[in-house]
């Protein structure tokens, strides 16, 4: 068997990088890249303050942003309950709205949500967070005929929305944003944050 020079095996190591390169960027193109709109949820909660929610009929905490959160959040939260009512309205300042719901046993509320979503012909709909509990999703409007409309119909329209569930003590509880959503992607993130750390109050 022949030996291979010096220079055959350089030029032949080579070549064989750059086909491997090659090839390692085309298999990457199938994968659509990491955009802006990602979002990730950390448990750093050092800009939010936990509330007993108890005295409000629910055994549980829940995690919320402070003054310290850049959201213009009031130094203390606002929470909206009528005694007997299963609908419960959070408020951090002026921007930060979160609505909880009781729905007795049904477990599969985000499931149903999706389904709503995907059944529904107004918006398009791009999933940033896609989990069993808790989906966090954009929401862009379809404009129809927008090549012969005027200029100002075509504005685009995008907003973030938050929906999750909650199981405590066998009671599931919706959590949301409300229905309009927010045009402002880190009030949705820091909202999925809460609902993601709401749990029973042992």
Not at 92 to 104: K, T
Request: negative net charge; aromatic residues 10%; hydrophobic residues 35%.
């Amino acid at each position: 068997m022949k030996k291979r020079s010096l220079k055959q095996f350089l030029s032949f190591g080579l070549m064989s990088v750059v086909l491997l390169a090659t090839g390692i960027s085309s298999c990457g193109g199938e994968e659509k890249p990491a955009t802006e709109e990602a979002v990730t949820l950390d448990d750093d909660y050092y800009e939010f303050k936990g509330i007993n929610l108890k005295s409000y009929g629910i055994p549980a905490l829940i995690m919320l942003p402070d003054e310290t959160a850049n959201i213009g959040a009031s130094t203390k939260p606002e929470i909206i309950h009528a005694d007997g009512d299963f609908i419960w309205d959070i408020n951090v300042g002026s921007n930060f709205n979160l609505h909880i719901e009781d729905y007795g046993d049904y477990t599969d509320m985000v499931e149903y949500k999706k389904k709503e979503l995907k059944e529904q012909e107004v918006f398009d709909i791009k999933y940033l967070i896609d989990d069993k509990d808790l989906i966090v999703y954009e929401r862009k409007l379809i404009v129809k005929g927008s090549k012969k409309a005027s200029p100002t119909v075509g504005v685009e329209h995008k907003s973030y929305h938050v929906y999750g569930q909650k199981i405590i003590d066998g009671i599931t509880y919706e959590l949301r944003s409300r229905d309009e959503g927010y045009e402002a992607k880190n009030i949705i993130e820091l909202m999925a944050k809460s609902i993601k750390s709401f749990k029973a109050n042992k």
